[in-house]
């Protein structure tokens, strides 16, 4: 019986957009909505949070269900493109503490005044001319 179903819904979506991040996110959102309005007293803000909550369930579904593909696929992408702007700063910042947590005893760590590169740098050679691998830019600089 279980198959039966199973093949009836994949016959259903197939033209369909489906579960992309956008639509996972929005999903999400609804949920934490659901949470604040359970704890949240009873009165304006709690109705107002039930109904944002059930606006994000429908408009996520409504995106899995879209035959609009091409459409959902631009939103998904802008979605994307915003994430991962937000994001961005974040992964830069673990990554640098990472690279300083590593190298920091042995090497420093300088910035390319032409294009932003890191460049690791042994400690302890006196005076040095770096040149930077991605630009040819160099400086000379106290190791």
């Known amino acids: 019986m279980f198959q039966k179903f199973a093949q009836k819904l994949q016959t259903f979506m197939i033209g369909r957009n489906g579960v992309d991040n956008l639509g996972r996110f929005v999903l999400v959102v ?56 937000i994001s961005a700063p974040f992964k830069r910042a673990g990554k640098q503490a990472e690279e300083r947590k590593k190298y920091g005893k042995t090497h420093h760590i300088y910035r390319c005044k032409n294009c932003g590169q890191s460049l690791r740098v042994p400690k302890g050679k006196g005076t040095i001319k770096v040149t930077c691998p991605k630009c040819g830019a160099s400086f000379t600089t106290k190791s």
Do not use: H, Q, W
């Open 30 to 85: 609804a949920v934490v909505l659901l949470l604040l309005g359970a704890f949240v007293p009873d009165g304006t803000v709690g109705a107002v949070l039930s109904y944002l909550a059930l606006a994000a369930i429908v408009y996520g579904y409504f995106r899995m269900f879209s035959r609009n593909v091409g459409r959902r696929y631009r939103e998904n992408c802008a979605y994307l493109r915003l994430s991962r702007k």
